[in-house]
């Protein structure tokens, strides 16, 4: 059983459309992360949480948009993507942002295509 | 800046027997850790062993174990007794210390397919 939830498990969106991925976790993990990865290629950070504050933005477009209402949750709003947006985004949690013995919990990822 | 090196795209091994995935790294740190992550089509990543630096002693997780050289900056992954359910793409993943080590820094991946 996955310690971090992520829904939905995939998605078609359109360029106009506007959806919003979701993330949970109730580990007590106060750093959570949005990772973006394509086909056979290693995860590509885009954004970071800590204490439900934005510690990170990897220069993201603004057409990805994360908010943190929560120590538990983390949602990923999209809106006007592009076909190469298309790729499997991956939530984590760990313990502390900077506990680097701390390993990173991932959830099974939403795989999102752009049509 | 660090780097982890993955040289092997694919691997491939029969079940029951024994494969290692090398990772290489280039850091000019002292303090960080090592993690090797799976991911099954089933597309989660799951830890499969960590290694502190400092720490002598070679990791081991059941039939997962890691040779680490840290003078050599190398970090390879053995497993033993392979079984089917281990075919996975693996990661090798680095973390600093401090503020630096905010998030992994992932080797390009080795797709390792087993056969029975």
């Known amino acids: 059983d996955t310690e971090v939830t992520q829904t939905p498990k995939h998605l078609v969106m359109g360029m106009t459309n506007k959806k919003s991925l979701k993330c949970e976790q109730h580990?007590?993990?106060?750093?959570m992360y949005w990772y973006k990865q394509k086909a056979k290629k290693p995860p590509e950070l885009m954004f970071v949480y800590s204490y439900e504050k934005l510690s990170i933005n990897e220069s993201v477009p603004s057409r990805f948009s994360p908010e943190c209402p929560n120590s538990s949750l983390l949602n990923l709003h999209l809106h006007a993507l592009q076909p190469e947006d298309s790729a499997l985004y991956l939530c984590a949690s760990s313990q502390e942002i900077y506990s680097y013995n701390s390993p990173l919990h991932f959830g099974n990822g939403t795989r999102l295509t752009v049509t | 800046a660090q780097t982890v090196t993955q040289s092997q795209p694919e691997m491939s091994v029969q079940e029951a027997e024994t494969v290692t995935l090398s990772c290489t790294y280039d850091?000019?740190?002292?303090?960080?850790?090592l993690f090797w992550y799976k991911q099954p089509p089933s597309r989660q990543m799951i830890l499969v062993i960590r290694?502190?630096?400092?720490?002598?002693q070679n990791a081991t997780e059941n039939r997962f174990s890691v040779n680490f050289q840290k003078a050599a900056k190398s970090f390879s992954l053995k497993i033993s007794d392979s079984q089917l359910g281990d075919a996975a793409m693996y990661f090798c993943?680095?973390?600093?210390?401090?503020?630096?080590?905010?998030?992994?820094?992932f080797g390009k991946g080795t797709t390792l397919s087993v056969s029975s």
């Open positions: 290694q502190e630096a400092y720490k002598q």
């Open positions: 580990m007590g993990h106060r750093a």
């Open positions: 993943a680095y973390r600093s210390r401090g503020q630096a080590g905010t998030a992994l820094i």
């Open positions: 850091t000019s740190e002292s303090d960080y850790y």
